[in-house]
């Protein structure tokens, strides 16, 4: 298995979609950057996001997540408060060949400052939108620039495909889109809004 360099990665692209949008070229001027890099894509961040509250004093069961422990934000700007987490979604819409894994790391301008990027590996044959974990690992707010960039995908491509694909598995974020939300407000709540002043 071997990490596949920027020329594979737009011949892929222009051939068979497997990223859309996709910026051929790494776009730096004024952003945190995205696009292709030697041996990676730097995806970016939509400005749809879920930023966790504890104002409920809820537990965190990862079985049974309660809605009320997340606030709906959009916008170019959101604020994770101190050692909280936000989840997020791609611009980018990947489409996995059956004999590749990725693996993605968080980019270091964010990882400078505390903020780490989680996600998991893109499974053989898996598509859709990617869902990022933002964590704010410091004592004070931080500030995620959506349509920017926010982590680095890696491509290893096998020497012969696998026999069951995440496809094959009907796993259950197979082709997953933006699920709008109806509690996404035009401003940020109050909290956040005395957060950013």
């Known amino acids: 298995m071997s990490i596949r360099p920027d020329h594979w990665i737009r011949k892929m692209c222009r051939e068979h979609g497997m990223i859309e949008p996709f910026e051929e070229k790494q776009v730096r001027s004024g952003v945190i950057s995205y696009g292709v890099s030697s ?5 970016r961040i939509a400005d749809e996001f879920k930023i966790f509250t504890n104002v409920n004093s809820t537990i965190v069961d990862p079985k ?4 009320a422990s997340m606030v709906d934000f959009k916008g170019p700007v959101a604020l994770i408060p101190p050692n909280s987490f936000a989840l997020g979604r791609s611009i980018e819409y990947f489409r996995i060949p059956r004999n590749v894994l990725t693996v993605t790391l968080g980019k270091s301008t964010y990882a400078r400052c505390g903020i780490i990027t989680n996600v998991t590996p893109f499974e053989p044959e898996w598509e859709g939108f990617v869902t990022l974990e933002i964590s704010n690992t410091t004592p004070l707010p931080a500030k995620i620039y959506a349509n920017e960039g926010i982590a680095q995908v890696l491509f290893f491509e096998s020497d012969s495909p696998c026999e069951v694909s995440y496809k094959d598995k009907a796993g259950k974020y197979q082709a997953q889109r933006p699920q709008p939300s109806r509690l996404c407000p035009r401003r940020p709540p109050a909290i956040l809004r005395l957060m950013s002043r």
């Open 39 to 43: 041996y990676g894509y730097d995806l």
């Open 64 to 67: 049974n997540m309660d809605p």
